[in-house]
C-alpha cells in the first residue's frame, strides 16, 4: 500500500523545511497555490559527451529521502530561449543524477526527454512534444538503483506513459536528493510553475 511521506501543494508563503535549494534562483516566489521559477540566465545540467562542456548550475529544489519512491509533479512551462526546461531530478553528485523535462526549441517540435549522468558522463534521450501543450505531469520511481521515468497529461485517466528505465550508480549510498528543477542555458525570461511535488512509498 503507497503512503506519502511528503506532499508540498505550495498553499502557503513559505516552502517545507525538509526542502532546499541548490543553486537557488534569483527569481521565485510562492503564490496561487504554485511555486513560480524565473532561471537565471546560462543555467544548466550537463556533463562531457557530445558537447565536451560541464556544468552543474541549474536550480534545484530538494529533499533527501531514502529507500524505493515515487517522485511526482506538474509543471506549466512558459519559454523565451532555446533550451529552457523544468522538471524533475534526482542526484548524488554532479557525476551522479537524472533529469527529465520538456525543452523549448523555438523552430523544431520541442523535445521531451530524459538526462542521465554516471561516472560524469551524460546521455540525452529525447522525442517531439507539442508546441500547443505548455504543460505536463512528470513521474520518476526508484526500484534499487533503476529509475523508472514517465510523463502523463494533466487530467489524463490514463496510466503514465513510460519514457525510458535506467540504472543510476550510487557511489556512496545512502539518501538521494530528490525534486524540482529548472534551467535557462541561453538568456532570462522564462517562467516555469510547479502545482505540487510529491513523494510516496510501498
Not at 156 to 180: F, S, T, V
Request: proline share 7%; net charge negative; charged share 20%.
Amino acid at each position: 500500500m503507497s503512503q506519502i511521506i511528503f506532499s508540498e501543494t505550495f498553499d502557503k508563503p513559505i516552502l517545507d523545511p525538509r526542502l532546499h535549494w541548490y543553486c537557488p534562483p534569483t527569481r521565485w516566489s510562492v503564490s496561487r497555490s504554485c511555486l513560480m521559477l524565473e532561471p537565471d540566465a546560462k543555467t544548466d545540467y550537463w556533463q562531457g559527451t557530445h558537447y565536451g562542456f560541464r556544468v552543474d548550475n541549474g536550480h534545484f529544489l530538494y529533499l533527501e529521502v531514502e529507500g524505493n519512491f515515487i517522485l511526482s509533479t506538474k509543471v506549466s512551462f512558459f519559454p523565451a530561449n532555446q533550451y529552457d526546461q523544468a522538471g524533475l531530478m534526482v542526484r548524488f553528485s554532479p557525476e551522479y543524477w537524472i533529469k527529465t523535462s520538456v525543452e523549448y526549441e523555438p523552430q523544431e517540435p520541442n523535445r521531451l526527454g530524459s538526462v542521465v549522468t554516471n561516472h560524469g558522463y551524460s546521455d540525452w534521450a529525447t522525442q517531439d512534444f507539442p508546441k500547443d501543450q505548455n504543460e505536463l505531469g512528470f513521474r520518476i520511481q526508484r526500484q534499487g538503483d533503476d529509475y523508472i521515468l514517465s510523463h502523463r497529461q494533466p487530467g489524463d485517466k490514463k496510466p503514465w506513459g513510460q519514457m525510458r528505465i535506467a540504472h543510476l550508480h550510487n557511489p556512496a549510498g545512502g539518501p538521494i536528493q530528490c525534486g524540482l528543477y529548472a534551467c535557462s542555458p541561453i538568456g532570462v525570461g522564462f517562467r516555469a510553475a510547479f502545482d505540487y511535488l510529491k513523494v510516496t512509498q510501498e
